[in-house]
């Protein structure tokens, strides 16, 4: 089973509200990502967590927050966002770091986010 | 500082045909490429992993080689489909660290 589960897959949002974007995965994978993607734009990584720590955060605003409750989750709670923020939002996970034979990636289907 | 780009950033091609989406990278100490296939306002699905030391790795109608001492990774795609037309996009692994380099991809359609 090589599958990324996103929920939901669709999000509206005002500017004030507060939701939460879920990633679960069961390959046993020891890194797990966020990444934010712009129409016709390639992903830009957003965090990546890896053995449940943060070990990347990409000088994301603080309105978006990570959370990895354990191996298999990865959260992210937004808070106040901007209409700017509206995107798609893609986790993914791999077995190892980049580079390594098994770090191949394996992304979600993605939540599609719109925030007015 | 690595970058990646492919060209070209659009192809549209009659069914049938042999295509080679090309991706290129400015450091070559690269251990592995990936290459992934997207659809519109999908995810990436992993289409292949070529490992430095390999070359080249095959997928059904889909080869990857990689040369890293010119930074170039060609994807070819035989017999071309309706179904094959997506973005697709390649990606560079910084080494030591959980960071991809991805390119900026190269929007295929083909037509019937």
């Known amino acids: 089973d090589t599958e990324v589960t996103q929920t939901p897959k669709h999000l509206v949002m005002g500017m004030t509200n507060k939701k939460s974007l879920k990633c679960e995965q069961h390959m046993g994978h020891r890194a797990m990502y966020w990444y934010k993607q712009k129409a016709k734009k390639p992903p830009e990584l957003m965090f990546v967590?890896?053995?449940?720590?943060?070990?990347i955060n990409e000088s994301v605003p603080s309105r978006f927050s990570p959370e990895c409750p354990n191996s298999s989750l990865l959260n992210l709670h937004l808070h106040a966002l901007q209409p700017e923020d509206s995107a798609l939002y893609l986790c993914?996970?791999?077995?190892?770091?980049?580079?390594?034979?098994?770090?191949?990636?394996?992304f979600g289907e993605g939540s599609r986010l719109t925030v007015l | 500082k690595q970058e990646v780009t492919q060209i070209p950033a659009a192809l549209s091609v009659p069914e049938g045909e042999n295509l080679v989406l090309n991706c290129s990278f400015t450091d070559s100490a690269i251990y592995n490429l990936q290459w992934f296939r997207q659809d519109p306002g999908k995810g990436l699905t992993s289409l292949l992993l070529?490992?430095?030391?390999?070359r080249e790795q095959t997928s059904g109608r889909l080869n990857a080689s990689l040369d890293k001492s010119s930074g170039r990774s060609t994807l070819y795609i035989a017999a071309s489909q309706p179904g094959d037309s997506a973005t697709y996009l390649c990606a560079v692994p910084t080494s030591g660290t959980y960071k991809y380099i991805f390119g900026t991809g190269t929007r295929l359609k083909v037509l019937a």
């Open positions: 967590y890896s053995y449940e720590k943060l070990s």
């Open positions: 993914a996970s791999s077995q190892d770091m980049a580079g390594a034979s098994t770090g191949e990636l394996f």
């Open positions: 070529i490992q430095s030391s390999q």
